[in-house]
């Protein structure tokens, strides 16, 4: 090969690849999972018009501990024993299509239901515990003196706003 043809060649391939560089997107994780069911078989083995159903499976992203433990003065324990864990995915979500004899008249042969997948944000129980001992007290001879023990349950948090669609097609 010649040595123009190769720095031509070079001269294409570096563009090409410069533009799909500034084309492409950058990667990012996928919240759901697209699931397809395949009823074409059914529908050319039976001579007959198939419902098109397709679903979305989340997956499941934890997160950092939310509030770590935090060191109080006058207590043994940090306040924050359990601390709470946030997790986000998705509610799964639905596509489906049935077809309609012509009951209810021309252009309308499908009724679909769409059931997006909604986001769902959660935070796992926490738990704050403190010991039935206070701290060392100097006037005491540097023993600890007994209190009420104390044990709170931090609540789990569920939020989501799901959607769902239903009409004819």
């Known amino acids: 090969m010649k040595p123009t043809t190769r720095g031509t060649l070079a001269a ?3 563009g090409v690849a410069a533009a799909m560089g500034a084309s492409a997107a950058p ?13 074409e078989g059914v529908e050319h083995s039976l ?7 397709s679903g979305e499976l989340p997956l499941l992203m934890p997160g950092a ?17 359990l601390p709470q864990v946030p997790l986000g995915t998705a509610l799964p979500g639905l596509k489906a299509e049935t077809p309609l004899p012509r009951l209810v008249g021309e252009g309308f042969e499908r009724v679909g239901l769409d059931a997006p997948a909604a986001d ?7 738990l704050n515990v ?3 001992l206070t701290a060392p007290d100097p006037h005491g001879l540097g023993l600890p003196s007994l ?4 044990v709170a349950v931090l609540a789990p948090l569920l939020r989501t706003a799901p959607t769902a669609n239903l009409g004819l097609v």
């Open 12 to 14: 294409v391939v570096t």
């Open 27 to 39: 990667a990012v994780a996928a919240e759901t999972v697209p699931v397809p069911l395949p009823l």
């Open 47 to 53: 001579n007959v018009k198939a419902p098109k159903l």
């Open 65 to 81: 501990p939310q509030g770590g433990p935090k060191y109080v003065e006058g207590r043994l324990l940090p306040a924050s024993s």
């Open 120 to 126: 769902l944000r959660t935070l796992t129980p926490g």
């Open 130 to 132: 403190d010991t039935p």
């Open 147 to 150: 209190k009420d023990p104390q």
